[in-house]
């Protein structure tokens, strides 16, 4: 007895070409296509958005960096100016403290010479010029007058007078000179005097 069998070659036979591809196949390829196509797009996108943001910290980490370099250099540069002014005002304190402590060392009659040059110095007339001073430094003013053959003034004591303390009396007004004001006016100064300074205080007669 005799039987038909149908033989379908190569069917469903992996790895050999198909002439023909379902529709249903293609339209998931243009689906994966197309979801690609938006995943590189949003990748793009975001690689965009994240150089800007790296850009945009590296601005601000270079600005927050300077602005920081500056203060400190600022800091620094008023630690530094800080640090000279205090030197100056040491340096200062210590050179007026060693010129006041050699002139407290001055000798009372050298003190007395100091005070003379500077009423000498004003060139006051000597018509009605009358020398008052304390009792205990009439000797040493005479004795300097006398050796430096200066008779300008008439020298006269007076207790109201305090010790190293000159006072010039003149028709136009009386002239004081002491030895504190002088070294005071001195240290304040802060440089020689100079020899035609005058510290006396010229005041209208009658005062």
């Known amino acids: 007895m005799l039987c038909r069998y149908t033989i379908d070659l190569f069917k469903d036979v992996p790895g050999l070409p198909r002439s ?5 196949e293609l339209a998931n390829w243009k689906q994966a296509e197309l979801l690609l196509k938006n995943a590189n797009g949003q990748a793009e996108q975001l690689l ?12 601000r980490a270079s600005l927050e960096i300077w602005q920081f370099a500056d203060a400190q250099l600022k800091r620094w540069e008023r630690d530094r100016q800080s640090m000279c002014d205090k030197l100056e005002q040491y340096a200062s304190a210590i050179t007026n403290e060693a010129i006041r402590r050699l002139l407290d060392e001055t000798a009372a009659p050298a003190r007395l010479v100091t005070l003379l040059k500077q009423l000498l110095a004003i060139q006051v007339p000597e018509v009605s010029a009358t020398l008052l001073c304390h009792p205990h430094d009439m000797n040493e003013i005479k004795q300097h007058f006398a050796y430096q053959k200066v008779t300008v003034w008439k020298v006269q004591a007076d207790e109201k007078i305090p010790p190293q303390t000159l006072v010039l009396k003149t028709d136009e007004g009386d002239f004081h000179i002491s030895w504190n004001a002088l070294l005071t006016s001195f240290l304040e100064r802060g440089e020689a005097m100079h020899p035609k300074d005058s510290h006396a205080e010229q005041r209208p007669q009658g005062e």
């Open 20 to 24: 023909v591809i379902p529709r249903e």
């Open 48 to 59: 965009s958005l994240t150089e800007e943001k790296c850009e945009a910290l590296r601005e």
